[in-house]
C-alpha cells in the first residue's frame, strides 16, 4: 500500500466503532496470533523447538516434511522449521530496527517542517520530495553499497528510505491540527510554541503515524527479506527469512519446500502487520 493510498484509506467513512464493537473479526484474531506467534520464535525459539539451526543431521539432507521435520529439511540436513524459527529474530529485530529508524527521523522533519512552516517547510519537504522520487529498493541498494552488506547496515538502509513516507505524512497532519479551532484558541490564552505544539498538535497528529509505522513493520520485513535474498543481508549460515528463501531457490524441483514454507510464512506475517495497522489506524474490521 503507498503512502497515497494509506492517507485515503484514513479518510473513508466507515462504520463508527461502536456500531461494529459487536461484530466478529476473526480476520484480526488471526493476524494477532500469527504476530505473537512470530515475535514467540523470535524471542524465545527454544520453547518451539529442539533443534539446532546451523548443524544439520548427517543422512537428513532435503528430506520432505514427515513426523520428525514437520517442513522438511534442507540440503545440509538442517531441520527447516528451527531455521524458520530462528530466524524470525534476525528478520524482526532488523525490521524493528528499520520502523524505528523511519518513524523517528522521518516523524521528526514532518513535526518540525509542519509546525514551523515558511523557508523551513519548504526546504525539508523539497528534501522529502527527492528521496521519494528515488524507488525504495534503489535507495537501500544505495545505502548498503556506501555502508557495506550485514544485518545491521540493511536495517539502517530500509530505515533511510522510509524516512520519507513518514515525514511527508507527519507533516500533513501536523498541518491539519494546526488550523483547528482549539490549537488557535490555545495560542490566544498565551500559549507558547512549544507548549502548543507538546500538548495539542503532537497528541492528536501522531495517531495516523503510528498505524503507519505498523503498517511499514510489515513493508521492512519484506524489504529485509528482499535484501537477504539478493545477497545483501544476513551472511550464511544464520539463518534469516529472505536467506532461506534464496538458498532453497536451487532444488525447486526437487525440494520445494525449502522456498514454499519460508515465503509463506513473510507473506503470513507482513499480511498480519498490515491487518493490525488497519485496526490500529481505525480502519474497520
Known sequence: MSLVDYATARQRDATPRTQRSW???????????????ALLAAFAPGLLTHYSPTQGVPGAQRLA????????????????????VYGASQSLSAAFAAVAMGLIGGTTLGVLAGAVG?????????LVDVLLSIPSLLLSLSVLNLLGFGTVHAALAVG???????????RGE?????????????????????????????????????????????????????????????????????????EGR???????????????VVVAVVLAANRISQQIGGGGA
Do not use: C, K
Not at 461484530?23 to 484474531?29: A, E, F, V, Y
Not at 516434511?65 to 540440503?75: I, R, S, V
Not at 526437487?254 to 522456498?259: D, G, P, R
Open 23 to 37: 461484530q466478529i473479526q476473526p480476520g484480526l484474531w488471526l493476524a494477532w496470533a500469527v504476530m505473537l506467534l
Open 65 to 84: 516434511p514427515q513426523a520428525a521435520y514437520w517442513l522438511g529439511t534442507d540440503q545440509l540436513g538442517r531441520d527447516l522449521f528451527t531455521r524458520i
Open 118 to 126: 515558511g523557508h523551513t517547510e519548504n526546504t525539508l519537504m523539497r
Open 160 to 170: 533511510i528510505a522510509s524516512i520519507a513516507s513518514f515525514a511527508r505524512l507527519a
Open 174 to 246: 501536523v498541518v491539519r491540527v494546526r488550523r483547528s479551532e482549539y490549537v488557535e484558541a490555545a495560542y490566544g490564552s498565551g500559549g507558547s510554541f512549544w507548549q502548543v505544539l507538546w500538548r495539542h498538535i503532537l497528541p492528536n497528529s501522531l495517531t495516523a503515524v503510528i498505524a503507519f509505522a505498523a503498517l511499514q513493520f510489515g513493508q521492512a520485513i519484506l524489504a529485509l527479506s528482499t535484501l537477504s535474498f539478493l545477497g545483501y543481508g544476513t551472511p550464511p549460515p544464520t539463518p534469516e527469512w529472505g536467506l532461506l528463501i534464496a
Open 250 to 264: 536451487n532444488y525447486l524441483a526437487t525440494a520445494w519446500w525449502l522456498t514454499t514454507f519460508p515465503g509463506i
